[in-house]
């Protein structure tokens, strides 16, 4: 949070590293040198990384648990002299899915073995136990100190777009909201006037989940809207069942929706003198494939009813998207429209709102892991919206507001132009 926002000029760094145990150490000493009060500690580090930490532990025990263990146990005395005080840890509802197997503790200093993806967010929901375990036992020995302790799940948060959509407007641009649900996007829309003082926001009816609906929208725009200068696609939901087109949810929202509504707009957009796609991936991309005869033969980018199967779709439909502004910026060079795909960053959103509770366990690791507040996730995009000078590297994989390469498959030229083929038919422009 900046200054201005909050107007406290009393935040301070200190150095500390959670995945190394003299850090910690260092850490607590510095802080009870110089601080006399503690209030509040915030034990809010979750990770899912391979590798080990300095001291040989396995990195998510070790910056996930033992590092906000030591932490808090080094800081007890401090804590209880500043009583009413209070120890809070960010868990996870993923904490459901873990367990912890003490052998493996003993002899590999870790909570399992693997650095496959699903071995490290099992080892994820582990960790996550391990804070409700931590805390579990914290208030007992806490007991009589007035000092509490709590675990939390941090929640879903949802509204990259939206954040979005508040900065534009703040700078005085016309925005229009295209979503499917009507009541959300009034509500939003009124968020953003109070918070901009723009009244030139606005709301358009759009479910990217059916062609007809995307069709129906892009008529609507080009009657009413003569200037398109910026195209955000915004959509990405990991998600059971179909479209009403009969595609596989995730691949019929998040791309072919998407792929759709841009090409239908593509001619306003080059009348602009400067116009501008985003189109929000992932770094999920990097796990994703696509298998076009299963994607013929299935109009779906996976099949299956287990969660890694929801999340596998997810990962091949953000390839998409990088594969699509990767021949997208070929077919415009030589106009005036320049396309970037972009990684929000480490966001909070309802990626997983679709899915059941137990599917959820799964998929809520995954969102630490790929998704920051919404707020902060939407820096990205922004950056890619209105920062000058970057028009040569359209088509490029923006992430942390600067250009980062992509996996060879997502720049691969014959997959993209092939995508882009099977779209056109899939999509009724060929």
């Known amino acids: 949070m900046h200054y201005r926002e909050t107007g406290n000029k009393d935040v301070l760094y200190m150095h500390l590293d959670l995945a190394n145990l003299q850090s910690v150490r260092s850490f607590a000493e510095n802080f009870l040198k110089s601080e006399s009060r503690l209030d509040i500690l915030d034990n809010n580090a979750g990770l899912v990384l391979g590798g080990k930490t300095q001291n040989g532990f396995g990195r998510i025990f070790g910056a996930s648990h033992l590092g906000h263990f030591l932490q808090t146990v080094l800081l007890l005395e401090r804590l209880k002299e500043c009583i009413p005080s209070r120890v809070v840890t960010v868990s996870s509802m993923a904490h459901l899915w873990g367990k912890i197997y003490f052998n493996y503790i003993n002899t590999h200093k870790d909570l399992g073995l693997g650095n496959s993806t699903m071995d490290l967010l099992k080892l994820y929901a582990d960790s996550k136990l391990c804070n409700i375990l931590f805390t579990h036992g914290l208030a007992k020995r806490l007991k009589g100190t007035h000092v509490t302790c709590y675990s939390l799940h941090p929640g879903g948060n949802t509204g990259i777009g939206k954040a979005t959509a508040m900065d534009v407007a703040g700078r005085g641009v016309r925005v229009i909201l295209a979503c499917r649900n009507k009541q959300k996007a009034e509500a939003a829309i009124n968020d953003i ?17 059916s062609l007809k609906s995307v069709r129906a929208f892009a008529e609507n725009f080009l009657k009413s809207e003569s200037r398109l200068d910026l195209l955000i696609n915004n959509a990405g939901l990991v998600a059971d069942g179909r479209t009403e087109d009969g595609f596989g949810i995730e691949f019929g929202i998040n791309h072919l929706g998407h792929f759709l509504l841009t090409c239908l707009l593509l001619d306003r957009l ?12 992932s770094m999920a991309h990097r796990w994703g494939k ?4 299963s994607l013929v033969a299935t109009k779906d980018l996976g099949s299956g009813r287990y969660s890694w199967q929801f999340f596998q779709a997810y990962c091949n439909s953000k390839l998409c998207n990088t594969l699509f502004t990767h021949e997208l910026a070929k077919r415009l060079k030589g106009t005036n429209v320049t396309c970037y795909s972009v990684h929000p960053g480490v966001v909070k959103t309802e990626l997983s709102r679709h899915v059941s509770l137990w599917q959820m366990v799964f998929i809520e690791p995954v969102a630490r892991l790929l998704f920051l507040d919404s707020k902060t996730g939407a820096q990205t995009t922004l950056h890619c919206a209105v920062q000058e000078g970057i028009e040569h590297l359209s088509g490029r994989y923006f992430s942390c507001c600067a250009m980062e390469e992509v996996s060879a498959k997502a720049k691969d030229d014959a997959v993209a132009k092939k995508l882009w083929d099977m779209s056109e038919r899939l999509t009724g422009l060929s």
């Open 193 to 209: 006037k109070m918070a901009t003082g723009s009244n030139d926001v606005l709301f358009m009816e759009l479910d990217l989940g």
């Open 290 to 293: 696509i298998d076009f005869e």
């Open 270 to 281: 080059k009348e602009s003198p400067a116009a501008r796609v985003i189109t929000l991936s």
